[in-house]
């Protein structure tokens, strides 16, 4: 399995931008299909974004789409989460998810989900 470790999280005001890192060990990264889930206290996670593994496919949850952005970079095994114009309801711990066998509806409900990080925490002050 690959081993994941995010970075990037923080405090930033209403309608900043931040960009979290997911590092990846291993050599089979590009093999791999990567998302975001975020968990805010007292909710369940959830899916914010993912990218395929052959790039053929990018995914946004709706409360996300056209502020944030996943990219990938497999000849660094890091993916990427460029967050702008944030929001307090975007506070949350950011999680990294990797998956060999992606299906999105799956991956959404956390089914089809392998590998994950230690998470990022992100707050976003008012």
């Known amino acids: 399995q690959v081993q994941l470790v995010e970075s990037g999280g923080g405090l930033v005001q209403a309608g900043g931008s931040l960009r979290l890192s997911c590092a990846a060990s291993?050599?089979?990264?590009?093999?791999?299909?990567m998302g975001w889930f975020r968990q805010a206290p007292g909710k369940e996670r959830e899916f914010v974004a993912a990218?395929?593994?052959?790039?053929?496919?990018?995914y946004y949850a709706d409360s996300v789409k056209g502020r944030f952005i996943i990219s990938r970079d497999n000849a660094k095994n890091t993916v990427y989460l460029q967050m702008n114009s944030l929001k307090p309801e975007d506070t949350a711990v950011y999680y990294c998810?990797?998956?060999?066998?992606?299906?999105?509806?799956?991956?959404?409900?956390?089914?089809?989900?392998?590998?994950w990080g230690q998470g990022t925490q992100v707050t976003v002050s008012s």
């Open positions: 998810a990797a998956s060999l066998r992606f299906q999105y509806r799956d991956f959404v409900s956390l089914r089809a989900v392998d590998s």
């Open positions: 291993g050599r089979t990264f590009s093999t791999y299909s």
């Open positions: 990218f395929t593994w052959g790039g053929g496919n990018i």
